[in-house]
């Protein structure tokens, strides 16, 4: 089974950006359509942004205009640039197929706080 590491997280003031990447354990060129989902404390689990294997795009209405998805089929890599980040952007973030291709990562901690 696939599994997915995610990294690139941290702490950004709000307006700020960060680049979160995905690495998957194995091929992702055949996983129709990756995403990214977040959990935030007291929220229920989210997906943020879904991209298929033709690169068609789904956003969520939060971050429409500010997050981008991108997939590198060649490095079985995902990837989220997350600009005008804002206070509820803040939450764990993941990467897996959508539906579910593998087994879920650790997340990566997203703090968006002046």
């Known amino acids: 089974q696939v599994r997915f590491v995610e990294s690139g997280g941290g702490l950004v003031q709000p307006g700020g950006s960060l680049r979160l990447s995905c690495a998957a354990s194995?091929?992702?060129?055949?996983?129709?359509?990756m995403a990214w989902y977040r959990q935030a404390p007291g929220r229920q689990h989210e997906l943020v942004a879904r991209?298929?294997?033709?690169?068609?795009?789904y956003y969520a209405d939060s971050v429409k205009g500010r997050f981008t998805i991108s997939r590198d089929n060649a490095k079985n890599t995902v990837y989220l640039q997350m600009n005008s980040l804002k206070p509820e952007d803040t939450a764990a973030y993941y990467c897996?197929?959508?539906?579910?291709?593998?087994?879920w990562g650790q997340g990566t901690q997203v703090t968006v706080s002046s």
């Open positions: 897996n197929g959508d539906p579910s291709a593998g087994s």
């Open positions: 194995g091929s992702i060129r055949n996983i129709y359509a």
């Open positions: 991209i298929s294997s033709g690169t068609r795009t």
